[in-house]
């Protein structure tokens, strides 16, 4: 049973444009998300994160929107560029004290197109 | 600071024998954490700790033994190595409870075929 979804594999955009990468989830349980990066042959690294408190969270080009009701959370780049091209997993946690265990995505491969 | 180091980055099994795949940090986290990545399955968890002498299974454990003697390494150990275990594993480590909840440190990853 896959808590996290990213059901679009791969995404294309052109250099300059807005990328959005979505993700849903269906554990209510679930009160923190975040997004990591990907490159091949390395390990994921941390972009950017959002409490369930809120509903956006911005850094640089990345911002993180959450709607709790939906259970839908999106990252949007912009502008887009050629080095943000790799894999996009979204990762959600639940408050469990001493527990930081992250349930992820199945991750979106971006493309950004010069 | 180092960051997260994982042992060996790629090595080639066949089925049935054993092997054990290091991970060490050197941020004095407490919290460490083994996942496997395979194509179209995102990273799931195989086993964790959270602290010296600590550890839980995660999403999928079977086939995977996990210990934790020092705060700084966490060794996964593969005791009878299957082709169904042929993945890329990552070894994790936070700080947990931090400011920055859930923000885990990743190491570089050790890509096992297992003929």
């Known amino acids: 049973d896959q808590q996290v979804k990213q059901n679009s594999p791969s995404l294309s955009v052109q250099e300059g444009r807005i990328s959005i990468l979505n993700c849903d989830y269906t554990?209510?349980?679930?009160?923190?998300f975040l997004w990591y990066k990907k490159y091949p042959a390395e390990g994921p690294t941390f972009l950017i994160s959002?409490?369930?408190?809120?509903d956006k969270n911005e850094d640089g080009r990345f911002t993180v929107f959450l709607n709790k009701s939906a259970k839908h959370l999106s990252l949007h780049i912009v502008p887009s560029q050629p080095g943000d091209s790799a894999v996009y997993f979204c990762?959600?946690?639940?408050?469990?004290?001493?527990?930081?265990?992250?349930?992820f995505g199945t991750g979106t491969r971006l493309t950004i197109i010069p | 600071n180092a960051g997260v180091t994982q042992t060996p980055k790629f090595q080639v099994l066949k089925t049935g024998q054993s092997m054990t795949l290091q991970c060490a940090q050197d941020?004095?986290?407490?919290?460490m954490s083994w996942y496997r990545q395979d194509p179209g399955m995102g990273l799931r968890l195989i086993h964790y700790?959270?602290?010296?002498?600590?550890?839980d299974q995660g999403e999928v454990p079977n086939g995977y033994n996990v210990s934790r003697s020092t705060t700084e390494d966490f060794p996964l150990r593969l005791l009878s190595a299957a082709p169904s275990q042929t993945s890329v594993y990552f070894c994790?480590?936070?700080?947990?409870?931090?400011?920055?909840?859930?923000?885990?440190?990743f190491g570089p990853g050790t890509r096992l075929l297992v003929l």
């Open positions: 941020m004095n986290h407490e919290y």
């Open positions: 994790a480590s936070t700080q947990w409870g931090g400011p920055r909840r859930g923000t885990q440190y």
């Open positions: 959002i409490s369930s408190i809120k």
């Open positions: 990762a959600a946690s639940a408050q469990d004290f001493g527990n930081e265990k992250l349930t």
């Open positions: 554990n209510s349980m679930f009160d923190y």
């Open positions: 700790s959270v602290g010296a002498g600590i550890t």
